[in-house]
């Protein structure tokens, strides 16, 4: 019965299918005995999601007409500029700014793909990617393609990204890149300053021959990637672009406030060129109408409320920054066994994940639950969540991996 | 910088017009001297957004964790149980169902729109509607074409939609025709028994000769039109229909549940066959992973914790009936109003709005503004919202429309 374009649309969820599996191990042999490392939100040592008790307290203080009224189309004013603020901290690029609220930072990707790349055309992101662009550009009528994001070095793969840019570029007029840094979904990689440097080089020397160019950062879990600053330097970068270059920057409220299930996120454009910056926002309000009307006030109203206090704020980043720790102290756990072990993984930086390249990645992650360990497959490697994963069980697991591709 | 079919697109918004010049004329005279007729959702008698005490209580008790966690892709399970069970009431089909979660009625519609439409095919629904029809429909690619709500005596039109159904099936294989009833938006107008009769007839001939049918209910405001049962005896109706006749209803708490800002909603899906429903949640769940991943959890968990209480169930329904008697009470002022002096109005049987067919809305609507009365220009006629004008302030307001039409 639907349209031909819909026909046989079906979304695979190896995730799903890897916390189903594991849950039947649970069953039969207790939580205490099973690793899950397959889910992608911060859980506490003891296995419970983990939140931020200032959030809640904001949350839990709010007036109920301000969480259940409609909000703007494109937003709360005073949200859209909480939301840039926060994106770059002390790092504004010089700049014109403008954003649409969008539904978590999943809407904000899916506005970036619904209107900067050309219908039939491809957008290009590296090999290693987080699955749900690829149904994005299916939904809205492009396609992916990707480039390697690692060479043989296991850095950044400029050449090929080169490479690729340059092969669409000969077939299309324009291109929307998507890049996810730092703390890459699903390898926890984060592009160096020079690497940055590589990537904007390649990108200026396409839009000085003419062609439209758009990137997109996702930095969804850039909070779990180290001091805010630092984490951000990059974005400087984004300064006095050539009028044809656009940045977006997807915004996400989900990891940085434990706000997953609230979506709320927003989509933020970088240019020079002020007559691009409102474009921008008309034809994301126009996206934003056609598909949810607006997004949760509620939620842009705690964001409004928190950062407005500025004695919260300082308090709000410490509960955020333990979190970031206990995830690292879990990572760390990973990397340094996966070395003593001699277990190749992609270079960790940061971030929910880590990822190990092997061959048969579904084998693998298979084998794995003879010992009541539980990760998911993805096309070129297993992925293990150091978010989830309690330090204690992380113990173990590295070599685990290791005698399971064997 | 955008791609071409996404360039130049901008909304036109009458109701921010209208209730920015309302605003202003607010500061000049003061909020008692005017008379806001603008704002689409229900405002107690001193102005406040109402609010219903059930539901903000079951959402003060939530679990934090609950509120924040990622909900599935395709809703709650529970929360698309309960989504069924509220939308048919006594009055299910004896059909088969499925349901997806959605970011309110818009994105219900939405995914009605994108997967059941083809690319550049027209989507039927009458002439006066909600404009976001038009901008779903442009920004998933397809078009909206009308035919006339009322015939001369300010009937269903029935002969209408069945001529432009006729001819727009000479041209398409498949046809999607969006109703809103009762409580329709913006004029108040329900389908009766037998215009529903008759329209099911139309679409069934078609579907007969094996054409592909889809009809989408939007039901948004049935809270707002009568007994719980009454406004939900058409639903019967959907009983055994032919196969390639598949009906869908956009459920909405925005209205019901006066959680508009919370944006929580579900696409039903009703058919004779099994293997339409499951392709209707495998298409539904894939758009909603490119829209915006999953929709508010904590909003769906309030609901279903609302649901399994049944001691609460008739506590919430008697707040939202007074909302719904208070609504009714203004809008019984404007209509017997207008019979007294003789303006002529779109047969008003319940909801949010009242509409008046005008030749120049926007000249009325200016015209009024001398009497400090602000309405909406809709292209047939002016819009009268009887959800958030007072009772007080709604007498007279039928007869200062009618001078301003002269």
Redesign the interface.
């Known amino acids: 019965?639907?349209?031909?374009?819909?026909?046989g649309?079906?979304?695979k969820d190896a995730i799903f299918d890897a916390n189903q599996a594991c849950n039947e191990a649970i069953k039969i042999h207790g939580a205490d005995a099973v690793t899950n490392a397959t889910i992608?939100?911060v859980l506490n040592e003891d296995g419970?999601?983990a939140?931020l008790p200032t959030?809640?307290k904001t949350?839990?203080a709010m007036d109920?007409?301000d969480?259940?009224?409609?909000?703007p189309?494109s937003g709360l004013p005073a949200y859209l500029d909480a939301a840039i603020d926060l994106t770059f901290a002390d790092n504004k690029p010089d700049a014109k700014f403008g954003a649409i609220a969008t539904?978590?930072g999943?809407?904000a990707i899916?506005h970036a793909i619904?209107?900067?790349?050309?219908?039939g055309?491809a957008v290009l992101t590296s090999d290693w990617c987080w699955g749900?662009y690829n149904?994005?550009c299916?939904?809205?009528?492009k396609r992916l393609e990707t480039f390697k994001l690692l060479d043989a070095e296991l850095n950044f793969n400029i050449s090929d990204f080169a490479v690729k840019v340059d092969s669409l570029l000969k077939k299309q007029k324009?291109l929307l890149v998507v890049i996810n840094t730092p703390a890459h979904n699903p390898t926890g990689y984060a592009l160096t300053d020079s690497e940055w440097d590589k990537v904007l080089d390649v990108l200026k020397a396409q839009a000085s021959v003419g062609k439209?160019i758009?990137l997109l950062v996702d930095v969804a879990y850039i909070d779990f990637a180290g001091e805010k600053n630092a984490t951000r330097a990059f974005m400087k970068k984004f300064s006095d672009l050539p009028e044809?270059l656009?940045v977006m920057v997807a915004f996400s409220m989900s990891k940085s406030f434990?706000?997953?299930?609230?979506?709320t996120g927003a989509l933020i454009g970088i240019?020079p060129d002020e007559k691009?910056i409102e474009?921008?926002k008309?034809?994301g309000?126009?996206?934003s109408?056609?598909?949810?009307?607006?997004?949760?006030?509620?939620a842009q109203a705690v964001l409004i409320k928190m950062t407005a206090d500025k004695n919260l704020m300082p308090v709000y980043e410490k509960e955020r920054d333990n979190l970031y720790q206990m995830v690292a102290r879990r990572a760390e756990v990973f990397v340094k066994e996966s070395k003593d072990c001699g277990l190749q993984i992609v270079p960790y930086r940061g971030g929910f994940f880590i990822a190990v390249p092997a061959e048969n990645p579904a084998v693998v992650c298979k084998k794995l639950h003879d010992d009541l360990i539980f990760a998911v497959p993805l096309k070129l490697g297993v992925r293990v969540a150091a978010c989830s994963t309690s330090f204690e069980k992380m113990h173990g697991v590295a070599e685990k991996i290791l005698r399971a591709m064997k």
Chains 1, 2 share one sequence.
């Open positions: 019965m639907t349209a031909t374009h819909a026909a649309r079906k979304l992608g939100v419970k999601l939140t959030v809640e949350f839990r109920f007409a969480m259940v009224a409609y909000a189309i539904a978590g999943t809407g899916h619904a209107n900067y790349a050309e219908r055309d749900t149904v994005i299916t939904e809205t009528g324009s439209n758009s044809n656009f434990t706000f997953y299930g609230q979506r240019s691009v474009e921008f008309d034809v309000k126009f996206s109408r056609a598909a949810w009307s607006n997004i949760n006030r509620g």
